[in-house]
């Protein structure tokens, strides 16, 4: 069930990761947060696959991938730098039936992403436009050129739709004055209280995930409406 | 199918046999649904409930007087990570199912946290699975599944249920948590049973 994509465009988002559109033929549709897996082939044969988040909302025929380069990495490098429209790429999906978000679900969404962990909540956040469901997006990056699809979150927090709120770890732009990981107190000011009956969707590196997770739980949230995706 | 990807060599591993699609790792990814559970061993409780609904219990204390195995074992994740030789020990299911009376041929495993996976009963059997307490010659981390993990290397690694809570068996297959949600219901890394339908 391997079918070959073409792709359409590749758009740098930041220095270290681009978002790659793909025409899919037939594409079955997609819920929100759900994944692909990837094959590249060597002229002789030898095949790698690695798993990435769609970042789009399905729409007609086309759907994005942003893909974060791993130092040294496999696969990343080459989606990243390599990869160029026109190309095929093997691709099998979609997969994935947990970190979803699906239109009519109840209550309101709190999203909360580390670096590329922003890529399936986008899809989320397309998702849901212009439905009734409210949503919250805290957003952790090391520094402000690593943000992430930084055209769509300015417009998306200009309007009245969804709440945005950015954390730097590293280095903040001028005009923030707070730098440093999320904490229970950041928590408490930008997330939904355990109160309010909002799912949430918790989704990075696996150091960042287990610790918003844990201080989702000891806020008071209930661990079962936090759904966590770990990218390795 | 021959889609070549124009510019790609990749990583030749050195050598070592991975089942299809996998690649080698040295790092150990965390892969799981939700939150850590952190379940202290005094609160740890292991429970095996037969088809006829009769119960075997174990604290951790009563675990760990029970003979225990040291364990070298591949593992391999559906996420196509695999680690090699990783270092287990724990106590074996044919210790612990020893004296439970069963005819049933299915195993669901219940997870701390609500997790859950089906097994057939004669895949933890037979020196194939453990509920293993220490890695790497440390106590198990609850990220990997601590105080103690189901572990069953020959399938997918989400079978290796963590925080483990106990095994109900039945005549009749019912699905696990991934499996309900497009998951393979086997798991064979070596015949490559990723998905529903593979
Ligand atoms: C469900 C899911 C969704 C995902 N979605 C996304 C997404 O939307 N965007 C995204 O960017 N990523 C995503 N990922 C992560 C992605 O699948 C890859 O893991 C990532 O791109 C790295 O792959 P790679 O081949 O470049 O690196 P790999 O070659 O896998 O290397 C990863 C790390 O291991 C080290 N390493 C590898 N081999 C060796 C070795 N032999 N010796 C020493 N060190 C080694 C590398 O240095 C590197 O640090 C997702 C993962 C999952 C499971």
Redesign the pocket.
Known sequence: MWQVATVADVRRETAT?STIVLEVPDWPGHLAGQ?LDVRLTAPDGYR?S????I?SAWSADTIE???????????????VDVLKAGDPLEIRGP??GW?VWKPGQEGPVQLIGGG?GV??LRSMLQAASGTSTPMRLLYSVRRPESVIYVHDLKELAASDDVDVHLVYTREAPAGEPRVGRIDAELLEQYVYKPTDGATTYVCGPTAFVEAVADLLVAAGHDPARIRT???? | MSTVSPGFTG?RRDGTELPPGQ?????FPV?SAGPTPHIRTEHWEFTVTTETGEQYKWDWAALMALPAEEITKDIHCV???SKLQTTWKGVSLDTLLADVETGADFVMAHSYGGYTTNVPLEDLLDGQSWIAYEFDGEPLDPEHGGPARLLVPHLYFWKSAKWVRGLVLSDTEDLGFWETAGYHEYGDPWKEQRYAGD
């Not at chain 1, 690695?50 to 988040?53: D, N, V």
């Not at chain 1, 991938?65 to 989606?79: A, C, I, M, N």
């Not at chain 2, 690649?23 to 790092?27: G, I, M, P, S, V």
């Open positions: 990761a994944h790698a690695r798993s990435y988040s970042a991938l942003t893909v974060e380069k791993v130092p040294d990495g496999e696969v990343s490098p080459y989606l997969v994935g970190f590329s890529v399936p995706e770990r990218f390795g | 990583r690649y080698l790792t040295h790092e892969l996420t196509r990570w």
